[in-house]
């Protein structure tokens, strides 16, 4: 239905940047929502940008100031840009979208399979 592939992570040292890349394809009727979660060793997943159809967005406090989301709604494609990066930023970073494959079906979550970002001197 909806397929989610990431791109963009690897190893930065810190006070670094890395833009992360995340396109959706296959059958899309409708995207709303689109962010990204990230999931570090031994910890739960948690929220760190989202950006809604209408174009706002929501950051986690401890990236307010340093990471950027944003969407290219012609190619389905969310986009987060981390400056300023820390160890404790170290985790795989997930995006996922909110869509509707087609109008009668409901709106669900999708999935990226995960990038590694590693934040190290």
């Known amino acids: 239905q909806v397929q989610l592939v990431e791109s963009g992570g690897g190893l930065v040292q810190p006070e670094g940047s890395l833009r992360l890349s995340c396109a959706a394809s296959?059958?899309?009727?409708?995207?709303?929502?689109m962010g990204w979660y990230r999931q570090a060793p031994g910890k739960q997943r948690e929220l760190v940008a989202l950006?809604?159809?209408?174009?706002?967005?929501d950051y986690a406090d401890f990236v307010k100031g340093r990471f950027t989301i944003s969407r290219d709604n012609l190619r389905n494609t969310v986009i987060l840009q981390m400056n300023s990066l820390k160890p404790d930023d170290t985790a795989v970073y997930y995006c996922?979208?909110?869509?509707?494959?087609?109008?009668?079906?409901?709106?669900?979550?999708?999935w990226g399979q995960g990038t590694q970002v590693t934040v190290s001197s």
């Open positions: 996922y979208v909110a869509a509707q494959y087609r109008s009668t079906s409901p709106t669900l979550m999708y």
């Open positions: 296959g059958s899309i009727f409708r995207i709303d929502a």
């Open positions: 950006i809604s159809s209408g174009v706002t967005t």
